[in-house]
């Protein structure tokens, strides 16, 4: 199993971004998904997750403004990213977990990517 990030980059505040993470070794229709990153200096926490239901559930801090979705014929998960804050500024990881464990918590995740880093400047 493997998970690759792309897209991350340098933006300005209140620009748009989106990532893409390719899975490989397995199908994303097997696992649940989720959006993580890490600010320097800061605890990891999550940003999005993919329910055993479909439903994608966001966080508070990003809710209206990012959009996750997956394509599972292409196993590609996909984070659109609007109205970037400097807040917003981390590595962004994409993970896997099996779907009976709690999307919200990063310890649910086996399977991680490399991460990819986004700037927004103010």
């Known amino acids: 199993v493997q998970l690759a990030e792309s897209g991350g980059g340098w933006v300005h505040s209140g620009g748009s971004l989106g990532l893409s993470c390719a899975a490989s070794?397995?199908?994303?229709?097997?696992?649940?998904m989720g959006w993580f990153r890490r600010a320097p200096g800061k605890e990891r926490e999550w940003v999005a997750y993919?329910?055993?239901?479909?439903?994608?559930t966001y966080a508070d801090s990003v809710k209206g403004r990012f959009t996750s979705s997956q394509d599972n014929t292409l196993n590609t998960l996909y984070l659109q990213m609007n109205s970037l804050k400097p807040e917003d500024t981390a590595m962004y990881y994409c993970?896997?977990?099996?779907?009976?464990?709690?999307?919200?918590?990063?310890?649910?995740?086996?399977?991680w990517g490399q991460g990819t880093q986004v700037t927004v400047s103010s």
């Open positions: 070794g397995y199908s994303t229709s097997t696992y649940c």
């Open positions: 993919i329910g055993s239901d479909g439903v994608t």
């Open positions: 993970a896997a977990r099996l779907c009976f464990f709690n999307g919200s918590r990063h310890t649910s995740y086996g399977w």
